[in-house]
T-cell receptor
């Protein structure tokens, strides 16, 4: 089983719609969680950290469910510019130091 | 302020050759990590350095090595290149600690032929 798993998609989303997708992680001791965004042939960029209580940044909402070991990302009022691959990132444990463990990414395509 | 800078941006090498990739972190950042991203996959952790010491190593063969210099810049070396080493090599820097998000450079795209 992979440490971090994501549905690769693509999620085809009409402009203005809401899309949500999850990411599961295998290590229950995982400490930190992030969502990164990666545009085609570009570097990953931090979208948001994911906190235990859930957090929101504009149209983006991230949730953490430790009991079921998944995190989620919800995008409201999707824009064409939201088309990208969204990478789920986990830091497995304190012992892992600062190693980021990435999922394979979920591709989102927002269409007019 | 300059972000994370990597050089070169693109590189073509022949099987069996050696390659050195370079990374300069954001000013003030003391931690540098290297990742390999094969097309269609998420990045895979190769090395992490903090204060010039290796703090982590991923599941890569000994052909991969790295070091961090006193100015916190870093080099990744890959010997005896294989076709499968073709990938985007990403460098990421952070201040310290593991609850900070990382900033990635734009990467070096290595093609082995």
């Amino acid at each position: 089983r992979k440490e971090v798993e994501q549905d690769p998609g693509p999620f085809n989303v009409p402009e203005g719609a809401t899309v949500a997708f999850n990411c599961t992680y295998s290590n229950s001791a995982s400490q930190s969680f992030f969502w990164y965004r990666q545009d085609c042939r570009k570097e990953p960029k931090l979208l948001m950290s994911v906190y235990s209580s859930g957090n929101e940044d504009g149209r983006f909402t991230a949730q953490l469910n430790r009991a079921s070991q998944y995190i989620s990302l919800l995008i409201r009022d999707s824009k064409l510019s939201d088309s990208a691959t969204y990478l789920c990132v986990v830091i497995p444990s304190k012992a892992a130091g600062n190693k980021l463990t990435f999922g394979g990414g979920t591709r989102v395509l927002v269409k007019p | 302020d300059a972000g994370v800078t990597q050089s070169p941006t693109h590189l073509i090498k022949t099987r069996g050759q050696q390659v050195t990739l370079r990374c300069s972190p954001i000013s003030g950042h003391k931690s540098v990590s290297w990742y390999q991203q094969v097309l269609g996959q998420g990045p895979q952790f190769i090395f992490q350095y903090y204060e010039k010491e290796e703090r982590g190593r991923g599941n890569f063969p000994d052909r991969f090595s790295a070091r961090q210099f006193p100015n916190y810049s870093s080099e990744l070396n890959v010997n005896a290149l294989l076709l499968g080493d073709s990938a985007l090599y990403l460098c990421a820097s952070s201040l310290q600690g593991y609850n900070y998000g990382y900033t990635f450079g734009s990467g070096t795209r290595l093609t082995v032929v």
